[in-house]
């Protein structure tokens, strides 16, 4: 046996994978382990460049390095690596490299023997993305956990508090805690939390959904992307996916609470005024007598002829004050509903022009501007005119009050469907949520002593609820005032069970439209 075939043959019986290049890296020959592993014949790789034949480019210039030190150093050499086999698989190689010199010392090869350690490279891989996932999975929970700990422990707070509480939370559950930036887009508000950049290179979102409905986007970014390989994982986008639906998850878990919350509270002040109402009735109904004949006997008196000036004044002074206390029974009795509706088709737009033309001159004295926007052809509603009157006079009067140094009054009509608004506003010194809670409790005023009773609001919260109605008010200090009802505008429109007042509503002769 000759030399070359002395040489074969140790090549053929070897267990790895072996090849032999020249100095330059040129291939010279390999074995049949070699062609099995990449599907090439060694007669077509043969004085070819190892690194251009068989290398991932992106380790081509780092592997051709490695190389040259290893022939440099004439020593036996490691190096990891992978081979790009034939048909674009990768195979993942352990290389032991030694130079072969000559009897003159000349180089005569480098002898790279391979082991094939595909399978593990890749276990390895599974585990590094099964450890990654666990790693992002303990984020998660940790993240979820404490959106839930900080919901549970904080029912009392506006959800934009609590949404920029947990805002703070989420840049730790990424990679980059430091570099990572959080924004909430929510019903067109914004919030964020760390540094966070809209035109940053590395960039997430998800749409942030409420019961199906899409509310917002919460997004997140990376500062410094791409310095020293910093990027956001993939795993990292699941995250994101799924902060965003517990967000949406805590939206409508706030706002089912806070609905329900405000059902209760409707429910709990619909039983006290009902309770209310019932009592304020009987107690009017009990007066209303002794007043009537209090009023009858002091009128009679009064036309005695001869009488002393001061019994005249005495008795001017106790008329005076039946006829304000008849007006305070009538109101309870309004309240309690023992006064019958007599319902009939009435133009809304004809009772503003009524009640303004008996509060002009007030409204003159109080350097008050009245402004009307009185939508034209207004359908007609099945109401009481007079309750109706009576709820214009309280509202108008209320906001005149409302502005003690002048201001403008607005009052404005439309239709929409089958419902009739009326609109009363007011640049008055406003309520603060306190009071404006309270305004519809029976006998609760903010003015002085004998300057309310503390039942205009409660005679027009019975009065539109009687009429099948709604009322609601926004105010805010120092910014005015404004009452919105809505009326049903169709002939079948309900009476009120037993008349014009509701025990369900109460009220108030406060300066601010009830305050």
């Known amino acids: 046996m000759n030399l070359s075939e002395y040489y074969n043959t140790v090549m053929e019986l070897s267990h790895g994978i072996v090849i032999t290049l020249d100095e330059k890296g040129r291939i010279i020959h390999g074995n049949s382990r070699f062609e099995a592993v990449s599907g090439f014949e060694i007669s077509q790789l043969a004085g070819r ?67 094939d350690v595909t399978a593990h490279v890749e276990r390895q891989h599974q585990l590094q993305h099964e450890h990654d996932r666990l790693v992002a999975l303990n984020k ?19 959800l934009p508090d609590i949404l920029r509480e947990i805002l703070g939370i989420i840049p730790p559950s990424f990679q980059y805690p430091e570099s990572t930036g959080v924004r909430l887009v929510l019903d067109g508000e914004i919030m964020l939390s760390g540094n966070f950049q809209a035109d940053a290179a590395c960039r997430l979102g998800e749409d942030v959904f409420v019961q199906r409905v899409k509310r917002g986007r919460l997004s997140v970014s990376l500062d410094g992307c791409g310095q020293d390989g910093k990027s956001f994982l ?54 209303n007598e002794p007043l009537a004949n209090i009023l009858g006997f002091a009128q009679l008196a009064a036309q005695t002829p001869g009488l002393p000036a001061q019994v005249a004044r005495d008795l001017d002074s106790i008329v005076k004050s039946a006829l304000h206390s008849r007006e305070v029974i009538k109101k309870l009795m309004i309240f309690g509903r023992k006064v019958p509706l007599q319902k009939t088709l009435v133009d809304l737009n004809q009772v503003v022009r009524d009640t303004l033309y008996f509060i002009e001159m007030s409204a003159s004295r109080g350097r008050v501007e009245v402004r009307t926007d009185l939508t034209e052809g207004l359908p007609p509603i099945m109401a009481d005119p007079q309750h109706i009157k009576q709820v214009m006079v309280n ?105 014009g007042g509701a025990a369900g509503g109460a009220g108030t002769d406060a300066p601010e439209a009830g305050q």
Not at 140 to 158: F, G, Y
Not at 406 to 430: E, H, M, P, R
Request: one cysteine or more; a neutral charge; aromatic letters at 6%.
């Open 234 to 287: 993939p795993m990292e986008a699941e995250l994101l996916r799924a902060l965003a639906k517990h967000v949406g998850w805590i939206i409508s878990k706030r706002e089912a609470l806070s609905t329900r919350r405000n059902l209760e509270r409707q429910l709990q002040h619909a039983d006290r005024l009902a309770k209310i109402g019932q009592f304020a009735a009987g107690v009017a109904h009990e007066l």
């Open 49 to 115: 460049d190892w690194f251009e034949s068989c290398v991932d480019a992106k380790r081509r210039e780092q592997a051709r390095v490695l190389f040259e030190d290893i022939v440099r150093a004439g020593s036996m050499g490691f190096m990891k690596g992978s081979l790009r086999a034939r048909d674009g698989s990768k195979v993942y190689i352990d290389w032991n490299m030694k130079s072969l010199y000559d009897s003159h010392g000349s180089l005569v090869s480098v002898l790279c023997v391979g082991q």
């Open 395 to 499: 509202l108008v009067v209320n906001a005149i009050h409302a502005m003690p140094t002048g201001g403008v009054l607005t009052i404005q009509t439309q239709s929409f469907k089958d419902d009739v608004y009326l609109a009363v506003g007011d640049t008055g010194v406003g309520m603060t949520p306190e009071v404006r809670r309270q305004i519809f409790n029976p006998f609760f005023t903010t003015k002085d002593v004998d300057q309310g009773t503390g039942l205009g609001l409660a005679v027009v919260h019975g009065i539109v609820s009687a009429h099948g109605g709604v009322i609601e008010v926004e105010s805010e200090p120092g910014r005015g005032t404004r009452f919105e009802i809505t009326f049903p505008c169709r002939a079948t429109a309900p009476d009120g069970p037993g008349g």
């Open 140 to 158: 998660e929970l940790s993240c979820l956990h404490a959106m839930n700990r900080i919901v549970s422990s904080d029912m009392d707070s506006p």
